[in-house]
């Protein structure tokens, strides 16, 4: 049996036999110089509660029930009383003291040995004891790592959400946009992203984007690619000129096969007019007060981070007085009831249809309730992220 030296059990023996521990010693003398077992001695159970302080990595203990000073029975139940499962205590007493040896069981003994002891059977009951002990401490290790993982993706979450706009009316002053947006990620941390920022006193960029994959990889590629948009959009080219710049940028850098698909619009606040290029992301919808939508048009562009010196075209529309445009991940039209059915982009329509002189948060809050609603309670598959940007003119 090999035993990491990180997890080194001591064995105790616990008996009033003098010449015991000799015996022991010799008996077991190979293993001892291997350092595969390595011996503690008590003479009674009050010795052995002494033996544990001095020696905090006693993981068997072998004790016999009857002692003077405190018994066996009346150790176990000492010891029952510190609560350390990887305690494991293996009792030892004559073939036909069956009645205490059950009692010791039920007090939480291991296993047990009788009297006269049979060395062979002294040492598989040990070896398997052991591996118990071992098993068991690797398992409240990795018990451990497992918080202290959990412990940095909590932190990884506050930092993620810490990157994306929180703080909702974002520009107080301005009164000729409405904007909100929300990002709910299906595991602690998210590859969904969203953004907005003024370019100059005129014009806002909106940005949605959507990494391949989850978990910590998705958030920090989900975090470069953000921060990349931003740095380049905020320099005011044109949306296609963004995204292939921040294209070759990612895939010089993108590792694991990942990619982002990104929308990326800039909005004239004075005239409405909305500028935009898209790598492989939903079509936003275009709405009005009057429950009025239209799908504005793909453009056929592939994902970012995949292929080098890909163009990528701008196009543009108008928005007019009241209308805003809504952006959204694929975790909304994807999302998952119990029955394996899908939300769909029907659902979202039929949806979008109802509403009616919405605000920028009422807007994105209705989507999603409505897709919870459907979800009714099955696990969340993917992040769930939507903007919303109503010009007011």
Same mark, same amino acid.
């Given at each position: ?58 993981? @068997? ?105 929180? @703080? ?63 740095? #380049? ?80 075209k701008t196009e543009k #529309? ?14 909304? #039209? ?15 329509m039929e949806l979008l249809s109802t ?11 209705? @989507? ?26």
């Open positions: 049996m090999e035993m990491d030296l990180e997890l080194k059990v001591k064995i105790m023996v616990v008996d009033d036999e003098v010449d015991l521990e000799p015996l022991i010693r010799q008996t077991f003398r190979s293993q001892i110089k291997s350092n595969k077992y390595d011996f503690v001695f008590a003479f009674n159970g009050l010795d052995a509660l002494s033996k544990l302080v001095e020696y905090p990595d006693i993981g @068997v203990i072998l004790s016999d029930i009857n002692m003077p000073e405190m018994d066996g029975l009346t150790l176990l139940t000492k010891l029952k009383e510190l609560k350390n499962p990887s305690l494991k205590t293996v009792v030892v007493s004559a073939y036909g003291d069956m009645d205490n040896i059950r009692t010791a069981m039920n007090r939480g003994a291991f296993d047990f040995l009788t009297k006269p002891i049979n060395f062979e059977d002294l040492e598989i009951t040990i070896n398997k004891t052991l591996d118990e002990i071992i098993l068991q401490r690797k398992s409240l290790i990795e018990h451990d790592n497992l918080i202290s993982i959990q412990r940095d993706l909590n932190v990884a979450r506050e930092i993620q959400q810490g990157i994306l706009p929180q @703080v909702f009316p974002p520009f107080p002053g301005r009164k000729e946009f409405d904007i909100f947006a929300t990002m709910v990620a299906a595991k602690e941390v998210g590859g969904d992203f969203y953004d907005f920022f003024m370019i100059d006193n005129e014009r806002i960029g909106i940005v949605i984007g959507d990494v391949s994959g989850k978990g910590i990889p998705a958030a920090i590629f989900m975090a470069v690619s953000r921060t990349l948009i931003r740095a #380049t959009g905020i320099k005011g080219m044109p949306p296609g000129e963004c995204l292939s710049y921040v294209n070759n940028l990612l895939c010089n850098e993108s590792v694991s096969c990942m990619f982002v698909t990104v929308f990326y619009a800039i909005l004239n606040t004075k005239t409405g007019e909305l500028e935009y290029a898209n790598g492989g992301h939903n079509p936003p919808y275009i709405l009005n007060n009057k429950g009025e939508f239209r799908l504005l048009d793909s453009l056929g562009d592939i994902i970012l981070g995949v292929y080098n010196d890909v163009t990528f #529309t108008q928005l007019t007085h009241q209308e805003g445009i809504l952006l959204f991940t694929d975790g909304v #039209t994807e999302a998952f009831n119990l029955k394996g059915e899908e939300y769909t982009d029907n659902r979202l509403f009616d002189s919405f605000n920028a948060q009422k807007v994105v809050n209705s @989507v999603v309730e409505d897709v919870k609603l459907f979800s009714h309670g099955a696990p969340q598959s993917d992040d769930i992220t939507l903007l919303y940007f109503k010009y007011l003119g």
